[in-house]
């Protein structure tokens, strides 16, 4: 009798252990108990998707997450379905951003502002290029800009996926401090940074502003040329390829990516993925994605990323004012 109680108090102890290493000191279950989603806001192929692909592989692969994760594509309106979506869902869901969840807003293409979400990262940056067909007869950065300041809709410009993302007000910066009217010049928009390039192989547009990772393939293979960057230092793969710097203009432009979660995200939950994105890029397998995509760490924690699309959000409104796009 006495070693069947004893053998009950063991099972029951058992029992209790594994209980509280599902649950916290207030007996809730530990966060994520859940599959994890991660939302990329566009087609296949871009910035975003591979962002999105990235973390999972890497969050995997080191064994940092248990979790299961997936990633979901939901592409249109320059991240809008994306982030609609997102808007709608639990902590266990999550999304890549970029400088589209200010501008949309701004341009009143959206009601929902990067406000309403939860910031949790910005996580890399690239550099942003220029490119034209091999063919075109645009040779340098500041030929281009001289026709367009000549006329600024002699050229049709290819950007994705909507007005008002990095590529885009990149080149509107450069443009109007060298002078060109912004608000006259000829944006083609496509859905995404495959589409942007396709659409300049294809010969249907005469430029594109679309990021380093996007052209630079096309670009050491002959099928087309990068005419400017918005680097501060030379591109390893080609170091003849040209910075607005080099031609002589003073700037420069870093183009982030970054996760945020869903709106009244807890403290704890917040603090689970400031410890989760810390480590991951620290580890082995994102400096092999940063170097693989030509990326550059550019890692925020939840709070400095809120100071951070605070200060951006300041800057976006006055490139949109200048390019004539605001509200």
């Not at 951003?97 to 990262?121: C, H, K, M, R, W």
């Not at 502003?209 to 630079?216: A, D, G, K, Q, V």
């Not at 620290?282 to 699309?309: C, H, I, P, R």
Request: aromatic share 8%; glycine share 10%; with cysteine.
């Amino acid at each position: 009798m006495k070693r069947n109680i004893k053998l009950l108090s063991l099972m029951f102890l058992a029992l209790a252990l594994v209980v509280s290493g599902c649950s916290n000191a207030s007996g809730e279950a530990e966060y994520p108990d859940e599959n994890i989603e991660i939302v990329a806001p566009a087609t296949p192929g871009g910035g975003w998707d591979t962002t999105a692909r990235a973390i999972q592989n890497v969050l995997d692969n080191e064994g940092i997450v248990e979790q299961n994760m997936n990633v979901t594509n939901k592409p249109g309106g320059g991240g809008e379905v994306g982030w609609q979506y997102l808007s709608g869902q639990g902590s266990h869901t999550l999304a890549i951003n970029s400088s589209l969840v200010i501008a949309n807003n701004l341009l009143g293409q959206s009601d929902l502002t990067y406000e309403e979400f939860t910031p949790l990262a910005v996580l890399a940056t690239e550099w942003i290029s220029v490119a034209v067909p091999s063919e075109s007869d645009i040779e340098s950065g500041t030929e281009m800009l001289d026709r367009l300041k000549e006329d600024p809709k002699s050229l049709k410009i290819a950007v994705g996926p909507a007005l008002g993302n990095n590529d885009h007000l990149s080149f509107v910066r450069v443009a109007d401090e060298y002078g060109v009217d912004v608000s006259q010049l000829e944006f083609m928009i496509y859905e995404s940074g495959g589409d942007v390039l396709n659409a300049l192989l294809g010969g249907h547009v005469d430029a594109a502003t679309l990021s380093l990772s996007e052209s630079l393939e096309q670009h050491l293979s002959g099928n087309l040329n990068i005419i400017a960057t918005t680097a501060d230092e030379p591109i390893p793969e080609d170091e003849s390829i040209q910075s607005w710097q080099d031609q002589g203009i003073d700037f420069t432009f870093p183009h982030w990516r970054g996760i945020m979660g869903p709106p009244d995200m807890t403290e704890e939950e917040i603090a689970y993925w400031d410890d989760t994105f810390s480590e991951m890029v620290e580890s082995e397998g994102w400096q092999q994605v940063l170097d693989n995509n030509g990326w550059e760490n550019y890692y925020m924690d939840s709070a400095e990323t809120k100071e951070f699309l605070d200060e951006q959000s300041q800057m976006y409104e006055g490139l949109i004012d200048k390019a004539g796009l605001g509200e």
